[in-house]
């Protein structure tokens, strides 16, 4: 099973900048997808970006232009630089492992990303 990590969230002002990390560690198949979900209350978790080891990276619309969604050389951590945060963008940011062969999503424990004056 895999476990993940993340770290980075807080109260940071409307344009501020914050840095997610995640950190993934037990049986970590070479090949597979890390990136981060969101959850606002009252909404459904809604994708926000992946970056697969092959190079593919996904991104939200909304977040297109202001978050980077990046990867470690070792594969195990990912990031995701926040930039012009604005107060939709709070939400808890959940951490999430895919691989083969079975393709089951891990997820983190999630933190918290406030957006306000």
């Known amino acids: 099973q895999v476990q993940l990590v993340e770290s980075g969230g807080g109260l940071v002002p409307p344009g501020g900048s914050l840095r997610l990390s995640c950190a993934a560690s037990?049986?970590?198949?070479?090949?597979?997808?890390m990136g981060w979900y969101r959850q606002a209350p009252g909404k459904e978790r809604e994708l926000v970006a992946t970056?697969?080891?092959?190079?593919?990276?996904d991104y939200a619309n909304s977040v297109k232009g202001r978050f980077t969604i990046s990867r470690d050389n070792a594969q195990d951590r990912v990031h995701l630089q926040m930039n012009s945060l604005q107060p939709d963008d709070t939400a808890v940011y959940y951490c999430?492992?895919?691989?083969?062969?079975?393709?089951?999503?891990?997820w983190g424990q999630g933190t918290q990303v406030t957006v306000s004056s």
């Open positions: 999430v492992f895919r691989s083969p062969p079975s393709w089951i999503d891990y």
């Open positions: 037990g049986t970590i198949f070479l090949i597979n997808t």
């Open positions: 970056l697969s080891t092959e190079g593919r990276a």
